[in-house]
């Protein structure tokens, strides 16, 4: 069973701070191979994200790492939204997909962004290498890895 890892209190101090929030959209599941791969995983069961938007008013973004493939983060949350009839509209389809969706209840009507941003695992490494924006950069500059890349992209949200 994957277990989700609680932050060090540096980590908590720091989300607090900026007021962010974090949790894994699987609550459990299994996984036949040990690593960090979400195709693995079988017996999903997920997290009610419909339920914490709703229970956070000032929730406003959601930043999703990793994408769309099965069992992806987006891919669940797609699903969720799905089952309540909520659309999900790209708004940009570049490397770091956009999205947004309308959160409507009795007295608020919120468009929630959802921003995908590449996966800060090993696997994702291979999609990093071959988006055309990280080869571009690596050209210019030689020692760029994929790690910078994502640090570059993250940055832009935190």
């Known amino acids: 069973m ?62 999703l790492t990793g994408g769309s493939s099965k069992n992806g983060p987006e891919y669940h949350l ?7 009839n909520k659309p999900l509209k790209l708004i940009a389809a570049e490397t ?16 929630i962004k959802v921003i995908s941003l590449t996966a800060p695992s090993g696997s994702a490494n291979r999609a990093v290498g071959s988006n055309p924006q990280y080869q571009f950069l690596k050209k210019q500059h030689p020692k760029f890895n994929t790690f910078d890349f994502r640090v570059m992209q993250y940055k832009k949200f935190f």
């Open 78 to 84: 797609r699903r969720q939204l799905k089952e309540k």
């Open 96 to 111: 770091l997909k956009i999205h947004e969706f309308e959160f409507i209840e009795a007295e608020t009507n919120r468009k």
């Open 2 to 63: 994957r277990r989700l890892i609680w932050p060090f209190n540096s980590e908590k101090k720091f989300l607090i701070e900026n007021n962010l929030g974090i949790c894994d959209i699987v609550e459990s599941c299994e996984s036949l191979k040990l690593d960090a791969s979400d195709l693995g995983m079988s017996e999903i069961i997920l997290r009610d994200l419909l339920f914490y938007i709703h229970k956070n008013p000032s929730v406003r973004t959601l930043l």
